[in-house]
């Protein structure tokens, strides 16, 4: 077995900065998203396809997704969503808990429902697209 050089730690810490400096840019700029309470929706898709788009008030509403694939309740309250009951083997989606930013995500797949923030207000140039799904 060979022992790692002083080359090799150097390598390895500019790959940790290059990757800390990357994620750290993209954090400061999801931080500075403007957007005022009430401007924000939430996409809900079940099985890749859209199922209904609400939007993010300060008013209750209660949402029930029943499908072939399970059966979920959403809240919409205080400018935000969350998924308040799933009948999942795993209750993940309802650990992800009060998602209310742009971008943030409510993920169940036993169920094949997503939940996205977005800001409808915001042009397409401004937001980081996807270029390839893999």
Not at 83 to 98: K, N, V
Not at 103 to 118: K, N, Y
Request: hydrophobic share 40%.
């Amino acid at each position: 077995m060979q022992k790692m050089k002083r080359g090799d730690f150097i390598i390895i810490l500019l790959v940790l900065l290059a990757a800390g400096s990357i994620y750290g840019i993209k954090w400061f700029n999801s931080l500075n998203d403007h957007y005022k309470q009430g401007d924000l929706m939430a996409l809900i898709t079940v099985d890749g396809k859209e199922y209904k788009t609400v939007p993010l008030t300060k008013e209750e509403q209660i949402i029930d997704i029943k499908t072939q694939f399970g059966h979920n309740t959403l809240k919409v309250f205080d400018y935000g969503i969350q998924m308040t009951y799933s009948d999942a083997p795993l209750r993940i989606a309802l650990e992800m808990g009060f998602i209310s930013r742009p971008r943030q995500q409510i993920i169940c797949i036993p169920a094949r429902i997503m939940v996205e923030v977005f800001n409808p207000n915001k042009s397409s140039g401004d937001e980081d697209e996807l270029d390839a799904i893999i």
